[in-house]
Nanobody, 113 residues
Framework: QGQLVESGGGLVQPGGSLRLSCVVSGFTLNRYVMNWYRQAPGKQRELVAR?????STNYADFAAGRFRISGEENTLYLQMNSLKPEDTAVYYCNSPRTAGDLWGRGTQVTVSS
């Protein structure tokens, strides 16, 4: 089916930026819907952004205007700007499949001074 491996998380100050990466193997990236989700401790996992075939995009309200999802070759990206403490979470790469969704193991993003 394929594998997803996230990287790029870390500690950043409020107002700062991070660029997350998700390396895809086993399938062609631009032929499938790709998502970024996030989950903070004690909270529900929530959709952050979506990239669809044809490169159309969708964003959660909290991400619109600050985050940008993109895909190049075998890597999905999430550029995050103007980060807030509320953005602190584990961020996951995801691709829906009828036989079972593909998920990465996540990368930690911490926004704190």
């Amino acid at each position: 089916q394929g594998q997803l491996v996230e990287s790029g998380g870390g500690l950043v100050q409020p107002g700062g930026s991070l660029r997350l990466s998700c390396v895809v193997s086993g399938f062609t990236l631009n032929r499938y819907v790709m998502n970024w989700y996030r989950q903070a401790p004690g909270k529900q996992r929530e959709l952050v952004a979506r990239l669809s075939p044809g490169y159309s995009t969708n964003y959660a309200d909290f991400a619109a205007g600050r985050f940008r999802i993109s895909g190049e070759e075998n890597t999905l990206y999430l550029q995050m700007n103007s980060l807030k403490p509320e953005d602190t979470a584990v961020y996951y790469c995801n691709s829906p499949r009828t036989a079972g969704d593909l998920w990465g193991r996540g990368t930690q993003v911490t926004v704190s001074s």
